[in-house]
């Protein structure tokens, strides 16, 4: 499974979106996700705090690893993403935190139905301000056909 985490992370950090933005670094263990993260004022709003696009992207990150980490088979897709922004951000340090809440029942073939639901928290200067909840599913894409996993 360990080699499945090391997987994920590789195929991550080599995808195109997180090259135009901040080097991310990312950790995933068995229905978790850890990943912390720099934006400057490159990414604020004319407002002068974070643009909610980068707190929905790392919530939708930590949430999606925590839920990929569960199948070794198949690239998810998000079925859907809620965010609920709490404050501001004017620091330049972000850490995302993301948590399976439902697992999916699994048969002896490694099938499963349903989608997996996580939720995720993102942090600044260790204060909560945003929270994001979502569900992921199987798409038709296996990971062995995705070239950087």
């Given at each position: 499974?360990?080699?499945?985490?090391?997987?994920?992370?590789?195929?991550?950090?080599?995808?195109?979106?997180?090259?135009?933005?901040?080097?991310?670094?990312?950790?995933?263990g068995?229905?978790?996700?850890?990943?912390?993260?720099?934006?400057d004022?490159?990414?604020?709003?004319?407002?002068?705090?974070?643009?909610?696009?980068?707190?929905?992207?790392m919530?939708?990150?930590?949430?999606?690893?925590?839920?990929?980490?569960?199948d070794r088979?198949?690239?998810?897709?998000?079925?859907?993403?809620?965010?609920?922004?709490?404050?501001?951000?004017?620091?330049?340090?972000?850490?995302?935190?993301g948590?399976?809440?439902?697992?999916?029942?699994?048969?002896?073939?490694?099938?499963?139905?349903?989608?997996?639901?996580?939720?995720?928290?993102?942090?600044?200067?260790?204060?909560?301000?945003?929270?994001?909840?979502?569900?992921?599913?199987?798409?038709?894409?296996?990971?062995?056909e995705?070239a950087?996993?």
């Amino acid at each position: 499974m360990e080699n499945h985490f090391e997987r994920l992370k590789a195929m991550y950090l080599s995808a195109p979106v997180n090259h135009t933005l901040p080097k991310p670094a990312i950790k995933i263990g068995d229905g978790v996700c850890e990943i912390d993260s720099r934006f400057d004022e490159n990414y604020f709003h004319a407002a002068g705090s974070l643009h909610g696009a980068m707190y929905f992207k790392m919530l939708d990150d930590a949430a999606y690893f925590a839920a990929a980490s569960l199948d070794r088979d198949y690239f998810l897709y998000t079925v859907r993403f809620e965010t609920r922004l709490k404050r501001p951000v004017t620091t330049e340090i972000l850490h995302a935190e993301g948590l399976v809440t439902l697992r999916p029942d699994i048969d002896e073939n490694g099938n499963f139905d349903g989608g997996i639901k996580a939720i995720s928290r993102l942090y600044a200067d260790g204060k909560l301000v945003a929270e994001g909840s979502g569900e992921f599913r199987r798409g038709p894409k296996k990971l062995v056909e995705i070239a950087t996993y």
